[in-house]
């Protein structure tokens, strides 16, 4: 009897041995095979936005240290859902990826249950790109100054003022709503299919006030066409010295960053992925890159897969709230 048990666990252990040497070649085969082609990157927002602008660096030097075009997809409109959909159509071999950022990780799964897809079972992790600070600006022909002003000004004109955002369940639209939540003002929000469409309208004064990153309206800022009233930093930023946070104006504990990362389709060899995260990694130190990073005080990424994975459950933990409270619908 313990013969033959043996023999059979000796077959079972030559078996295993084989089919884990066999899914190792499968990996390093598709390790090697990757990419074969050019690596189609979806931005699930108009161009002309802070995630167009991360995006077009970090694949220029990805497009260089990997000798392979990575092209730039925009795919703006219904809150990043069709974006979504379209990479769950493409194969999960690595040649199609997504800009996953807090609408499409964090608050779609709450507001759009039939989207036809689950985040957590559907995508997997790549890495982290980084983190922007969020800026809360007004068009400068609002007569304020400063945050404090800004709440009284609006609240003297209840739903009469309006803010922009780059869609539902952008960063943009969380960041205003978790402020109208903390200071008690009632605006009237205008979605976008994108920053750029969006900041057109605020730089052109229909817009009264508005949130985003830095990279879209540092320039505006420094014209003086807009006006930074707050970041939402959890310290003043290195860009804009003189601007105070939002906890500093008075709202002690607010904080809101905007984050891009990557995600690709769920099956995609954990080779391939592993692969594209040290490249991302490797992209970060690149010389262009981080002095777009320092010019836009944004904290770059390029962690593990786990670590970015394990950030946006922390993030879908601290948002939720907002996202109920403030009856975050889709458009």
Sequence with gaps: MNHHFSIRRRDYLRQSAATGLALAGVSSHAQAAWPSKPIRWIVPFAPGGT??????????????????????????????????????????????I?????????????????????????????TLLNRIPSLFVVHKDVPVTDLKSFVAYAKARPGRLNYASAGNASAGHLAVEALKLKTGIFMTHIPYRGTGPALTDVLAGRIEFFSAGTPA????????????????????????????????????????????????????????????????????????????????????????????????????????????????KPG
């Excluded at 800022?221 to 008075?250: F, K, M, Y």
């Excluded at 990362?261 to 060899?269: C, K, L, S, V, Y």
Aim: aromatic share 6%; proline share 6%.
């Design 217 to 328: 309206l540092l320039p505006h800022i420094r014209s003086g066409a807009l006006r930074c009233l707050a970041v939402g930093s959890a310290q003043r930023i290195a860009v804009l010295p003189d601007v105070p946070t939002v906890a500093e104006s008075g709202y002690p504990g607010f904080q809101t960053v905007q984050w891009y990362g990557i995600h690709a389709r769920a099956g995609t060899p954990a080779a391939i992925i592993n692969r594209l995260q040290q490249e991302c990694a490797k992209a970060m130190q690149a010389p262009e890159v981080m002095a777009k990073h320092e010019a836009e005080s944004a904290i770059a990424g390029g962690g593990p897969a786990q670590e970015y994975a394990n950030f946006v459950r922390s993030e879908q933990a601290r948002w939720r709230e907002v996202v109920i409270k403030g009856q975050i």
């Design 51 to 96: 995630s167009s602008i991360v995006a077009r660096s970090i694949a220029a030097e990805l497009t260089k240290q990997m000798g392979v075009s990575f092209v730039i997809d925009n795919k703006g409109g219904g809150g990043g859902v069709p974006a979504m959909q379209e990479l769950l159509r493409t194969p999960a071999d690595g040649h199609t």
């Design 98 to 126: 997504i800009m996953s950022h807090i609408g499409l990780m964090v608050v779609n799964p709450l507001i759009y249950p039939d989207s036809g897809y689950d985040v957590e079972k559907d995508f997997v992790p790549v």
